[in-house]
């Protein structure tokens, strides 16, 4: 045997460029026992359920059902009992959207009750799963009763335990949700993430004050959290405010403002907040300051009026207070909407109070009204924002708009890391260009970050002169996009032809060859993102 391989970090090593392939990594645990050991640790590491741990016993132990349910045909031996507690062992990750390397994907297997009972009968949790690090327990369980998942979810329980999600099943009483989220500092101490999931709309409860015993927690996400509690939440989650990192809240009930001062979270980055409406996600920032705050994600399905938007903008400088941390905002309004509803406009100086932070590199608004800009406050983005490198003012209908392609050109072209841009603008008159001192058209800069331009409900006549100069300007340019799918009237066919139109002369100033371009960037609707909230 050749010296390097006394070294596990040698072996390691090489094994990392293996273990994206299970077979590889089965060869090589075939080859001698030293790989054996370390082949089989990766090749176990993470899986998406307990179904590869079953079929790793004799084929004549199990079978699967037409349910794509896995049971016990035979009660398997002492020593094939002794196969899958080692196999078990070596397993750090179970979470869904793992994968499970041990064995050929097969996403839709899942363990019947009977067989997860004797599994747990003959080694409880904790020993069958030693080295468990992390959790994501809806991968395990699919008992019926809620009362037997939490007793099983706690025999999971360690000081090992570092990542752990479960969902909130339907029926549960509050009082056992606080029960169990009471026990974990006693029992997993050691948790730096924790993600609790509710599938449905009946259940609010509030963090019993031993939640803020859990010392190295950096992520929490809830789901159910009751506004009209939200002081209370505050104080118990609170303590932890000096490592935690990322806040997802998601908030049911009615609000009622309350005094006091807000509670600080000094390390906090990461903010996503979700509820029916806006009002409860503004009455939640100002119960709290987190001067560090880079991210927040602010979700909401029942429409805002301008008030209540301005309130929550207003709301951020409060929440932030230095504003040269923040640098991405995303909002989204998820309500549906009739095509021919009355239509919300939101002003200029809705959004100023935004350009207060001066970091901010990402700003993405969806669908939270129309948006009646003006030249002056896209001129001000670019003195406010000139590191912005995504802005998309995205509305879902058309309405008015005053901002010029003239203006939207000297902001772009001036923010040098703008690479997408989502603005209905008004093309419709004559362009105003810079100009040298002997009067002839200077043109502005080349700009060669952006990529993405997405031009909404925007009217384009040809005297703007559209396609020649986003061919100038935006050498690099490759998406040029609006809203095929609001095409409702004579108005809204004649928009459409303009702009497509302006795209096939585009593509012709900078030789482009076809693309799929037909094809609608569902991306550009930020709902696919909406993910990625966690």
Not at 94 to 111: D, E, R, V, Y
Not at 165 to 175: I, K, L, R
Not at 365 to 380: A, E, P, R, S, T
Request: charged share 20%.
């Amino acid at each position: 045997m050749h010296r390097a391989l006394e070294s596990e970090d040698i072996i390691y090593s090489v094994l990392e460029h293996v273990k994206s392939s299970a077979m590889d990594l089965v060869n090589v645990a075939m080859t001698c026992s030293t790989l054996a050991g370390p082949a089989l640790n990766i090749l176990w590491s993470t899986q998406s359920s307990l179904a590869p741990l079953i079929m790793c016993l004799p084929q004549d132990t199990w079978e699967v059902a037409e349910n794509q349910t896995i049971d016990l045909s035979r009660e398997p031996t002492p020593i094939e009992w002794e196969r899958l507690r080692m196999n078990a062992s070596r397993v750090r990750r179970i979470h869904i959207n793992g994968i499970s390397s041990a064995l050929p994907p097969k996403p839709h297997l899942t363990l019947s009750g009977r067989a997860l009972q004797r599994i747990f009968e003959q080694f409880p949790p904790a020993i069958l799963f030693p080295n468990l690090h992390a959790l994501d327990f809806e991968a395990i369980c699919n008992l019926p009763g809620c009362s037997s998942k939490f007793l099983l979810l706690r025999q999971f329980m360690s000081p090992d335990l570092e990542c752990l999600s479960f969902d909130v099943p339907g029926g549960v009483q509050t009082y056992e949700v606080e029960q169990l989220l009471g026990a974990f500092p006693a029992e997993a101490y050691g948790l730096r993430e924790l993600i609790i999931r509710t599938n449905h709309c009946a259940t609010t409860f509030t963090v019993p004050p031993s939640f803020g015993k859990l010392p190295k927690l950096i992520r929490l996400a809830i789901e159910g959290i009751d506004v009209g509690l939200t002081r209370q939440t505050i104080t118990n989650i609170q303590p932890q405010a000096q490592c935690l990192q990322s806040l997802t809240l998601t908030l049911r009930g009615t609000s009622c403002d309350v005094g006091g001062m807000p509670f600080e979270f000094h390390g906090l980055w990461h903010l996503c907040l979700f509820g029916d409406s806006l009002s409860q996600s503004t009455h939640f920032l100002r119960q709290i300051t987190a001067r560090q705050l880079a991210y927040i994600s602010i979700g909401y399905s029942e429409p805002a009026s301008p008030a209540k938007i301005t309130e929550f903008m207003e709301s951020l400088s409060t929440l932030c207070q230095n504003f040269g941390s923040l640098q991405q905002i995303y909002m989204i309004d998820t309500s549906h909407i009739q095509k021919f509803e009355d239509a919300i406009p939101l002003p200029s100086e809705v959004f100023r109070p935004l350009l207060k932070f001066r970091r901010l590199s990402s700003v993405i608004l969806v669908g939270i009204g129309n948006y009646n800009l003006d030249d002056k406050f896209i001129n001000d983005v670019a003195v406010a924002w000139p590191d912005i490198q995504a802005l998309r003012f995205a509305s879902r209908r058309r309405a008015s708009c005053t901002v010029t392609f003239s203006a939207m050109m000297s902001m772009a072209s001036r923010c040098r890391s703008l690479h997408t841009l989502h603005l209905t603008i008004d093309a419709t008159r004559p362009t105003t260009t810079p100009r040298a001192p002997d009067g002839t058209e200077e043109l502005w800069p080349p700009q060669t970050a952006l990529q993405k331009l997405h031009l909404g409900h925007t009217e384009v006549l040809e005297v703007a002169r559209v396609p020649y100069l986003l061919a100038e300007v935006f050498p690099t340019l490759s998406d040029f996009l609006w809203y095929e799918s609001f095409v409702d009237s004579d108005t809204d066919l004649t928009m459409e032809d303009a702009l497509e139109e302006a795209w096939q002369q585009l593509r012709v100033l900078r030789n482009l060859a076809d693309d799929d371009h037909d094809d609608y960037d569902w991306e550009w609707e930020g709902i696919s993102d909406s993910e990625d909230w966690m």
